[in-house]
């Protein structure tokens, strides 16, 4: 990697990871398609991987008392079944295609975030949890990203913004140690140089928690999703801009 590619890997690691100090999620939604623009997916992913595992264990750990842990038993089944899936994709899938689906998928929810309408709020029934799991799972393995199912899912049956924040890290926590299993299991943790850039980001991802947290308690939940929605649409832009032009 050259002296650019750092630069700018560290300031898209500082806006994913002030986003997620923010909501508890979005790293890997604004990361991963940023970061696919100059490194191959199937690096950025084990990486991002391994980031937001610490990022997940800090985050839910300093709200271990709000977490919905009956939430996340209904979750982990499917999930379990889906990283499986999206872990041998990432594999056997050629670039381009990753990359379309992944622009595409992340356009996707951005939109859907943009339009929705604030309203009463009604908690969604549970059977939902089998679906988003699922889905959340696949994408997850397959992109590292697989926040969407999973933060739509549970912001329909979470109202508290701190609860939904400790829920979605602890949730992410775990399914975090399952595509490490996944993933050593398909060789793409075996290489020590995504160990070692990990190390290197550490503190820029911890200064950037950090700020995100600070500001937590200032944002409203409208202003915050705004935001994120907003990023990610640059985010899928690009990324299906090169999908593109390297098909």
């Known amino acids: 990697m050259s002296s650019s590619d750092y630069l700018y890997a560290a300031g898209v690691l500082l806006l994913a990871y002030f986003v997620r100090g923010i909501s508890g999620f979005g790293s890997g939604l604004v990361a991963v398609p940023l970061l696919a623009l100059r490194f191959p997916l199937t690096q950025v ?15 839910g750990g300093l709200n271990f ?25 990432l594999v056997s899938l050629p670039a381009s295609v990753l990359l379309s689906v992944l622009g595409g998928f992340i ?20 059977r939902w949890a089998w679906p988003a799991a699922l889905s959340g799972g696949a994408v997850s393995g397959l992109f590292g990203t697989g926040g969407p199912p999973y933060v739509i899912y549970l912001s329909h049956r979470i109202r508290d913004k701190s609860a939904l924040r400790a829920t ?7 399914e975090g140690l399952l595509r490490i299993l996944a993933f050593l ?63």
């Open 65 to 89: 008392r709000r977490v919905e842990w009956a939430e996340i038993r209904r979750l982990l089944p499917a999930t379990l079944v889906g990283v499986a899936l999206g872990t041998s994709l």
């Open 107 to 126: 356009l996707l929810f951005a939109v859907r975030g943009l339009l929705s309408q604030a309203g009463p709020f009604t908690p969604a029934s549970p």
């Open 45 to 59: 992913v084990p990486f991002m991987l391994i980031a937001d595992f610490a990022a997940s264990a800090l985050v």
């Open 185 to 247: 299991a398909a060789g793409l943790l075996w290489s020590t140089t995504v160990w070692w850039h990990s190390l290197l980001a550490a503190p820029l991802i911890l200064a950037a928690l950090f700020a995100g947290s600070h500001v937590h308690t200032r944002l409203s939940d409208a202003q915050m999703l705004r935001l994120v929605n907003l990023l990610l649409l640059g985010s899928a832009a690009a990324v299906l801009a090169k999908a593109w032009w390297s098909a």
């Open 168 to 174: 979605l890290s602890a949730l992410f926590f775990l």
